[in-house]
């Protein structure tokens, strides 16, 4: 069937920030199904309020709404755009659930809009797990044991006909949220209404545990014609209690016979037919008895998933855009295997490879976490490895993680087996490693399978990694020349890195690496095909791999290529924000006429979409695995400066290699680093910095404290995200950070400033072309200083900083640049205080909020950037002496966080970034802004009610402001006594309330009563941190808004008195034809 | 441990100048055959025990083969008939609770030549761009010169009769479980268990007979219809074959599967032909041209027939999307019906087997 033509404009819904459970990969579909759809001819409108991707951009579609994805704005762009029909199934359960509240409300039907890929039947049957359960007996497949509850009492009731451990699983959630494996009647009890709490319909599944349990998930595709194929099978290496998304896992499925596949095969289609997915993708999760091959349904998805994607960079097959076309009319046979290009879209790609993925975790941001994993997912990213064999596939992975793990490292466990099986019988984000060294402290593989419940084939996989680490020991010390040619080979092909061996044999990286190199044994570059080479493939997708032949060669005659390096697997400071650069990067390349060569290791971006570079290496991004690719891409040079921390920190290698490095230089980029040199700088350019200090040693560090005067921000050096980074205000603060910081992997020197209170932080991004800077734009944080950049809310243009001041601003940012001799990005940090300008930070490379700026201005930053480093100059396209343009709008950014996610975490704001993701809200005033802002971060703003205020002492003078205005806007208010207290005195009426430590009924109670609406709380000083935790977990339970800042809670004052107007709505591409350019200086 | 300690070496020869090296994972010796490639990631108990595999010496390009051990359960037949085995990785440690031995094992067992760490991408892209090639697998120590030469000798795999030698010399009788709704000859130039297990689900009654059996003698016996099975090597030297077939033409439902739709075409006048580098996988899709719906099949042959010689009378019923080669026929008149891929799947997808049902509604007098 060829395209719909009774369709004209189309409406695709995004997945809103980036949070544990729903990231990048939602982008890449996302953007995909924009691109099919524009590449059809439909006229293609996008709401998604996440600027940091490529899906927002303004060329994609015809028109992008910045909107929180809630069902009034949504249904107001409706009203607005009229779209024939939405697109649901792209944006993740985000936007499966909106779709589902705008039809419930009748608003679909209203306006007589079609929803694509998916029905509300289908969406609800495969959501509502009471609904599936009945939907799998009548196609005659068994689901675990379950009961579905919306109370306690029901939850008991059933409990009397199953036996613990028991599973509880929110209807309606994402990531597993409020998922929890119990095993006593006391977990239970609490982890039922926890559940209850978090399904948006108050209803869970209380359900039969398949704890060690094999888990395989199956990646499905239909069309209208009822043809289905699977495009991958994907086996988790972790069993079943282990949430899929914290799971290793690998593709192709390794441990079923072909029988049992067929049985699982068959049965997914089943499935999908049952359900009613009819044209589009879905992902289905079985549970298989390694005892019996008995299998049971766990779960599926009626969209494009976190899985699809992998399986789509696992295979070459492009899910989204082949979910899209059969979306709108198509069916598969109609489609072209992109990848072929002579072969349809409906078979099931065959892998003549392995691909391993690794989960990326970020516990060290919150160490009151466990690090338990459970059926709650908790990693913020992952890494894909791609190998000849499972070994090569997990250690590529491993090493693409980004954490300092080059292989399977050597863990701490105790001498004692029975406390090692003790751990192991935990899963945690170390896993992998305490398991690996079981082995290798003789643990035999059946009894570490029995603890773990890790399938035997894949025991005697790492028991070969470790059996050849044996081999490759005994020659520690031996003359390098006398290590056996054969056996280099072996371990190479086996996947060990340079870094590995190096270690195991006790010579330097670079010399391990010559020896090897001389000896001639170097990686070869292989062809992601889908077909397992059955066709030729047009399409450079490629992996590194020791064994057998080259496959790929450059050609000799070709366009001068680019090498771009990613940004590696996501974790918390180093998002998709990165991405976005590395993608304009190579957008920008392309239209220069180079060959844009991508290499990344991490399956959630757009980056490794094979279609957006000329050449995508899918390779980890170390030293070895880079130099491998430039030395046989011999590209003009190689980018650092957009994928964030990851190449920045091989730039200094790949330069001393002679690698060529594009845009500014390994020198300048040094000496912004450097803090001694830095500081010289600084002086002789005549700017002011805070006070700091360098400690190499901790036993110096009060000292230097001293000198520079409390309170401090201390961090170690080269930490990404601020990891870490504290504000101490005494002395115990000092000893407690000493004691924390030896317990996790960091650098020295440690770098100690003087703490700015009462000063306004600013971000400016600029471009430069190493003689001139041009400004992007002046980015206002609202939380002062002292709370990591990328946790703030910023926004622009800037409103409460002097014209005075803002061009000192640009003064300095223009001087340092100059004297930098940026070519590309950079980013610098300023605070403001008493109108005096003190620069904080300066770095040569892409920041975090590079997309945002781009999208508040209406203009690419990294794709100037690029050409500027390509040798174009800001006066040959047009930005020589350009002044800011005049934006008649508002642009708010405020973060988003993952608190929910971790049982005891304190949600207090501080140096060291915890944020996942970003949203933007735009409107002509800063209130509307900064309310879109906030409700699409996921607060529930209230507009009545009451307002729990608590403020430190230095807050009290804004707090009397604020109060006032709420109780103008309504609003009621309860304190503690000190607040109450100070608000009494100004004659505004507060209702006092006991704080927890002083007796009941105490704040917590009236929280937990459902008695405030709105919670004001700001504490300074370690011991009010203590003592406050307990109200902002509870409030963080209760989703209640809650404002750890001052500053957040003014903004939100104004926002509250911002009174929305309908018509004020707008799309991106018509705000920015609304800019006012600037003349010329 | 066996897997990583390097086994005796094997070393790999092709007409065309290729010689790899590796390991052997099986029994020593040297086997000679047409290579051919497999892109199946599961099913190697089936591959290897599928007779239509006689005179090949099979490529997988799964990357790690033997992760499950051998069942038993799953064999296709009795013994191995191909000529030899060849993977990137062969695992000597299987994980599967039907696992009653391991591969290298079975290939002792069994008596296998079969080699390890080879690397069968480059010899996949090698068939794909110059053909099926024949060639030579051995764990002799022999120079590649030798070996070169003794692989341009190997005769064509057409020069063989390969279904004599693993066609069944006995004829046996199978009966479903319930009572048979009809009776059906199944001739046996190499047929999959699979085949008989798919007519038994169906309530028919089987009789395996091998492939010399006359069509006289299978009249005799009065069955509702005849199912022509899978099979190695070319049609077009099959000539006695194709003769008794045409005796049966016309007067029963006839059914063939692979080797047989080749055979059954041959016999109504159609030619077959040589295909470059075959069809050997489980994700080949291939349209009904009646329902325009697409399956995906198992296939395995070397052979396709000419859709441009095909008599009148004739339906086209599939197509493959890979090549548009033809993948089934359909005479109404003649009550013929047979598929190029096959049905029985295993390995592969089940998405085929209603085509069973087909020849169950021609037994009923019914259009299939």
């Known amino acids: 069937m060829p395209r719909r033509e009774d369709l004209h404009h189309i409406l695709i819904v995004g997945s809103g920030p980036i949070v544990i459970g729903q990231a990048g990969e939602f982008d890449y579909s996302g953007t995909q199904a924009l691109k099919v759809l524009k590449e059809e001819g439909y006229r293609v409108s996008l709401v998604n309020s996440n600027p940091a991707t490529i899906m927002t951009d303004p060329d994609l579609s015809d028109s992008i709404y910045m909107v929180p994805l809630t069902v009034e704005k949504v249904a107001e762009v409706l009203r607005r755009e009229r779209p024939d029909a939405i697109l649901p199934t792209m944006g993740g359960q985000t936007a499966l659930n909106l779709a589902v509240a705008l039809s419930k409300e009748g608003i679909l039907e209203a306006m007589g809009i079609e929803l694509l890929g998916s029905s509300i039947e289908t969406i609800e049957m495969a959501e509502d797990r009471g609904k599936f359960k009945e939907a799998m007996a009548r196609i005659g497949l068994s689901v675990p044991k379950s009961f579905i509850v919306k109370s306690l009492a029901e939850a008991q009731e059933a409990l009397a006909s199953l036996s613990f451990p028991v599973l509880i699983r929110p209807s309606f959630t994402l990531g597993g949220t409020g998922q929890s494996v119990v095993y006593n009647r006391d977990e239970f009890s609490r982890a039922v209404l926890f559940g209850i709490e978090q399904s948006p319909i108050g209803e869970i599944l209380v359900e039969e545990s398949l704890l060690g349990w094999k888990e395989f998930e199956l990646e499905v595709v239909r069309d209208a014609k009822d043809n289905a194929i699977i495009v991958c099978s994907i086996e988790n290496v ?205 643990i035999p593989e059946e009894t570490v399978a029995i603890w773990t419940g890790y399938d035997r084939w894949f025991l005697r996989e790492i028991g070969e990694i470790i059996e050849l680490e044996r081999k490759v020991s005994a020659f520690m010390g031996e003359p390098l020349a006398l290590f056996p040619d054969d056996l280099l080979r072996r371990i190479k092909e086996n996947g060990f890195s340079d870094r590995c061996l190096s270690r195991l044999l006790g010579v330097k990286e670079q010399e391990f690496r010559e020896m090897r190199l001389r000896r001639g044994v170097e990686a070869r570059f292989r062809t992601v095909d889908t077909c397992a080479g059955e066709f030729a493939a047009r399409t450079p997708y490629l992996y590194g791999t020791y064994q057998g032949a080259p496959e790929w060669r450059k050609e000799k005659k070709g366009k001068e290529s680019v090498l771009i390096l990613g940004s590696g697997p996501n974790r918390i400071g180093q998002g998709v924000e990165f991405d976005y650069c590395c993608v304009h990067g190579v957008m920008a390349l392309r239209e220069l006429g180079y060959e844009a060569v991508m290499m990344n290791c991490n399956p959630e971006t757009v980056s490794t979409d094979f279609n957006v570079s000329n050449r995508l290496f899918f390779e ?116 407690e950070y000493k004691k924390r910081i030896a317990t996790i992997d960091f650098r020295f020197p440690l770098l100690i400033d003087s703490f700015f209170s009462d000063a306004t932080e600013v971000d400016v991004d600029a471009i430069g072309d190493g003689r001139e800077i041009a400004i992007g734009g002046i980015l206002e944080h609202i939380e002062q200083a002292g709370i990591h950049s990328g946790d703030s809310a910023c926004f622009i243009p800037p409103k409460t900083l002097s014209m005075q001041v803002q061009n000192e601003i640009v003064r300095q940012t223009k001087i340092l640049g100059e004297a930098l001799e940026v070519t590309g990005l950079m980013n610098i940090q300023f605070a403001v205080q008493n109108e005096t300008v003190y620069l904080l930070e300066v770095n040569p490379r892409a920041s975090r909020t590079v997309p945002f700026t781009s999208k508040a201005i209406g203009f690419s930053l990294p794709k100037a950037a ?63 802004a900064f309310r879109d802002a906030q409700i699409a971060s ?51 009426r507060t209702l006092k309330v006991n704080k927890v430590k002083e007796g009941r009924p105490h704040i917590v109670d009236l929280i937990k009563d459902g008695q405030v609406q709105l919670v004001i709380n700001t504490v300074s000083g370690k011991q009010a941190q203590k003592d406050s935790l307990s109200i902002r977990q509870e409030t963080l339970l209760r989703n209640i808004p809650y404002y750890t800042t001052i500053e957040g809670a003014k903004a939100l004052v104004i926002a509250l008195q911002t009174k929305g107007t309908p018509d004020s709505l707008r799309s991106l591409q018509e705000l920015h034809r609304s800019i006012l350019l600037p003349e010329k200086a | ?185 199944l001739v046996d130039y190499g047929a999959k268990e699979s085949i008989v297990r798919n007519l038994l689900d169906l309530g028919i009654e089987v ?81 009904d041209r009646l329902t325009g719906k697409v399956l995906i099949t198992s296939q395995n042959h070397n052979y396709a027939v000419d859709a441009e010689t095909l008599p009148s009378g004739a339906t086209k019923t599939f197509e493959s999307l890979y090549d548009r080669s033809l993948e089934g026929l359909w005479f109404r008149e003649t009550r013929i019906y047979s598929v190029q891929f096959h049905p029985e799947a295993a390995p592969g997808p089940h998405d085929a087997r209603s085509v069973f049902g087909s020849f169950l509604n021609m037994m009923s007098g019914k259009n299939p």
């Open chain 1, 938 to 988: 996921g607060m529930d703003l209230p507009v009545s009610g009451t307002v729990f205020v608590s403020v430190s002492d230095r807050d009290k003078e804004e707090a009397v402001r604020v109060s006032r205005d709420l109780v103008a806007l309504g609003f009621d208010l309860v304190a503690t006594a000190g607040t109450a207290g100070r608000l009494e005195k100004e004659g505004i």
């Open chain 2, 1 to 185: 441990m066996a897997d990583l300690d390097v086994f005796r070496k094997i070393t790999l020869a092709l007409e065309d100048g290729t010689v790899l090296g590796g390991h052997s994972a099986g029994v020593p010796g040297t086997v000679s055959g047409e290579f051919v490639f497999n892109t199946a990631m599961s099913g190697y108990e089936e591959v290897l025990t599928d007779p239509s595999y006689a005179g090949q010496i099979v490529v997988m390009t799964a990357p790690m083969i033997g992760n499950t051990g051998i069942t038993r359960e799953d064999a296709e037949s009795g013994k191995v008939h191909l000529s030899g085995f060849v993977a990137r990785e062969i695992k000597s440690f299987p994980s599967n609770h039907r696992a009653k031995t391991s591969l290298p094992d079975y290939f002792r067992e069994e008596g296998v030549v079969a080699a390890s760490g080879i690397d069968t991408r480059l010899l996949t892209l090698r068939i794909r761009e110059r053909g099926s090639l024949r060639g030579i697998l051995t764990t002799e120590d022999r120079s590649s010169e030798e070996l070169v030469e003794a692989a341009r000798a190997i005769p064509s795999i057409s020069e063989t009769d390969y279904v004599r030698k693993v066609s069944s010399s006995m004829a046996r009788t199978v009966h479903p479980s319930g009572p048979a709704a009809f009776r059906a000859v």
């Open chain 1, 620 to 735: 980890p991004l170390t030293l070895e695995d880079v130099l491998a690719v430039v030395d046989r891409e011999q590209p003009r040079g190689v980018v650092v400066q957009f994928g964030g921390q990851t190449p920045l920190k091989l730039m200094k290698s790949l330069h001393d290699a002679g690698v060529p490095i594009l845009g500014t230089s390994c020198e300048m980029t040094d000496l912004a680093e450097n803090r001694e040199r830095f500081r010289g700088l600084i002086d002789r350019l005549g700017l002011l910095q805070p006070r700091s200090g360098l400690v190499s040693d901790l036993d110096d560090g009060m000292e230097e404290i001293r000198r520079i005067g409390f309170p401090v921000l201390v961090r170690p050096s080269y930490v990404l995200g601020g990891e870490a980074m504290e504000i101490l205000y005494d002395e115990k603060d000092w000893n």
């Open chain 1, 866 to 928: 690029m050409r500027l480093m390509m040798g174009e100059s800001l006066s040959s396209l047009g930005l020589s002496g350009r002044k800011i343009p005049v934006l008649p709008y508002t642009s708010v950014k405020e973060a988003v966080f993952p608190f929910r996610r971790f049982k005891g975490v304190d949600t207090l704001l501080s140096p060291e970034m915890k944020s996942t993701g970003e949203v933007m809200g735009i409107s002509r005033d800063f209130g509307g």
């Open chain 1, 238 to 442: 972790d069993p079943m209690g282990v949430h899929t998304g914290d799971s290793i896992t690998v593709a192709p499925a390794m441990t079923l016979t072909d029988r049992e596949y067929q049985t699982l095969r068959d049965a997914a289609i089943a499935i999908l037919r049952e359900v009613g997915v009819e044209t589009g993708g879905s992902n289905v999760q079985f549970a298989v008895n390694p005892a019996d091959g008995r299998f049971v349904v766990i779960e599926m998805n009626p969209r494009v998933s976190r899985s699809s994607a992998l399986a789509s960079k696992a295979t070459g097959f492009p899910i989204a855009r082949v979910a899209t076309r059969v979306a709108i009319g198509y069916t598969l046979d109609e489609i072209d295997n992109e990848i072929t290009g002579n072969t349809p879209a409906s078979f099931e790609p065959s892998l003549d490879y392995v691909v391993v993925k690794i989960p990326r975790f970020h516990f060290e941001k919150f160490p009151q976490s466990d690090r338990v994993l459970g059926p709650q997912m908790q990693s913020v990213g992952e890494a894909m490895g791609i190998g000849h064999n499972f070994r090569e596939a997990l250690l590529k992975a491993l090493r693409s993680l980004e954490n300092g793990t080059d292989h399977l490292m050597p863990e701490l466990l105790p001498d004692d087996p029975e406390e090692i099986g003790r751990i192991l019988k935990i899963s945690s984000d170390r896993r992998i490693h305490q398991i690996g060294e079981a082995l290798r402290r003789g």
């Open chain 2, 207 to 287: 009789t395996v007979v091998p492939s010399e059996t006359k069509a006289r003698q299978i009249l005799e016996d009065r069955p509702d219809g005849v199912i022509l099975s899978n099979g190695p090597g070319d049609p077009a030297v099959l000539d006695d074959i194709v003769s008794e077939i045409r005796g049966l033409v016309g007067r029963l439902p006839l059914f063939g599967i692979c080797l047989g739709h080749q055979l059954l075409a041959r016999a109504v006048g159609a030619r077959t032909y040589k295909l470059p580098f075959g069809h050997h996988g489980v994700n080949h899709p291939v349209l």
